[in-house]
């Protein structure tokens, strides 16, 4: 919908009452002169809701806090994200969940929903108190880890499916891993680094598939990077299994021939090889990958210095992923941003029940500019995508009556 000479609004058919809390929007937006009339092409979208991000806060605020995450974030455009819960206190019980939630009551910038642990400490030995953090989390992830035990990860889902609450995994075999840190594949091999096999991410999750349908819990499978991973959720939608997953920017517009010695090209699930770039792309277009998350997750300069063989595993990219896939997929033809808008604002909140609150985001799309770190306002710096040339810059970010993010180069 076309609403001046130079700003439109998408979305409309998405939420109720988009179009009219989108016109006032607008009028605010221009009277602060954000729509400057001599340009050309300005988007507001529904705001984005990323449901796979780490905010590091409480326990790791040396590497992220909620402030600079969630600033982060509306810089994005996102006005909903879901943190993960591999924190110091690890949210695995009412009690432990409440400094997160203090936190997010006094400094987020944005609406900031956490998870819950799936188990204790996320040791994967016994049960979290799922029941008592059910009505203040998003939904239960031990992030960051594969929880090993079929009775565990059967229990749970079915505590979670009796809470109405959704389970969503960290897919990982341990004894797969066999000490790897990127994809065992060509550049592995070429130079000397230790592998991780796309089965030891593909095996869990033909486990859980099977433990979904089993419990009927409601399953999502975050970060899918490997082509078997889409074969087995294709199929296992097809039988009716109540599945969702997500892929991230990297998975879609990387592949292990991009690789660089570097620690910001260090991440887990690691980029994998070119087909399997290829499967998740067709996942996309058939609809089998449900939505797109970043894993924005954050280390400190010191430790993302060491390496693909000794940095922690992690990249930020919350700032990035619409500018990236706007211009490497929808520019290209690849999809359109019709279905971009859909993987990221529309199908997350619906999946995840987050509701749409008068949240937009406005975007300059004729903006171009290189992809500079230095420029971001989060605490990391670590992004593979450094220096690409990407088209869009958000104008502002608006939920409800406040301004998130708004830009200072309009």
């Given at each position: 919908m076309q609403y001046s000479a130079n700003v439109a609004i998408m979305g409309v058919d998405r939420f109720p009452g988009f179009a009219d809390a989108a016109g006032r929007v607008v009028e605010k937006l221009s009277a602060l002169n954000l729509f400057p009339s001599d340009k050309a092409e300005y988007i507001l979208f529904p705001g984005f809701c990323d449901v796979h991000v780490h905010f590091r806060e409480p326990g790791f605020s040396y590497k992220e806090t909620i402030r600079t995450g969630s600033l982060a974030a509306a810089r994005g455009g996102c006005t909903a994200v879901c943190a993960m819960p591999n924190l110091n206190p690890v949210p695995d019980s009412l009690d432990t969940l409440r400094p997160q939630l203090d936190i997010i009551r006094r400094d987020a910038a944005i609406r900031v929903l956490p998870y819950g642990a799936i188990t204790r400490g996320e040791k994967g030995e016994e049960l979290a108190d799922m029941?008592?953090?059910?009505?203040?989390?998003?939904a239960f992830s031990d992030d960051g880890r594969g929880v090993q035990s079929d009775d565990m990860m059967r229990e749970a889902m079915k505590t979670a499916k009796s809470l109405n609450k959704i389970?969503?995994?960290h897919c990982e075999v341990n004894e797969l891993l066999r000490g790897g840190y990127i994809h065992d594949g060509a550049y592995a091999a070429a130079h000397g680094h230790k592998g991780i096999c796309s089965e030891s991410e593909w095996r869990q999750v033909e486990r859980d598939l099977a433990l979904a349908k089993e419990t009927g819990c409601a399953y999502h499978v975050c970060h899918i990077s490997c082509r078997e991973s889409v074969a087995l959720i294709r199929q296992a939608k097809r039988e009716g299994v109540d599945v969702t997953c997500e892929t991230?920017?990297?998975?879609?517009?990387?592949?292990?021939?991009d690789l660089r010695e570097e620690g910001r090209f260090r991440m887990n699930p690691p980029l994998r090889a070119a087909e399997d770039r290829e499967a998740l792309i067709e996942g996309l277009l058939d609809g089998t990958i449900d939505m797109i998350a970043t894993d924005h997750a954050p280390h400190s300069a010191a430790e993302k210095a060491k390496g693909l063989a000794g940095s922690a595993f992690g990249i930020v990219g919350i700032e990035t992923a619409f500018p990236l896939l706007y211009t490497y997929l929808v520019r290209r033809g690849v999809i359109t941003l019709e279905k971009l808008i859909e993987l990221m604002a529309v199908v997350p909140r619906r999946r995840f029940g987050i509701p749409f609150d008068g949240e937009f985001t406005a975007w300059d799309l004729n903006r171009r500019a290189a992809i500079d770190s230095s420029r971001f306002l989060s605490m990391g710096r670590a992004t593979p995508f450094e220096g690409w040339c990407v088209l869009g810059e958000c104008v502002a970010t608006v939920i409800g009556d406040k301004i998130a993010y708004q830009s200072k180069e309009q």
């Open positions: 029941a008592a953090m059910a009505p203040y989390v998003c389970i969503a995994t991230a920017p990297h998975y879609l517009l990387m592949d292990e021939g």
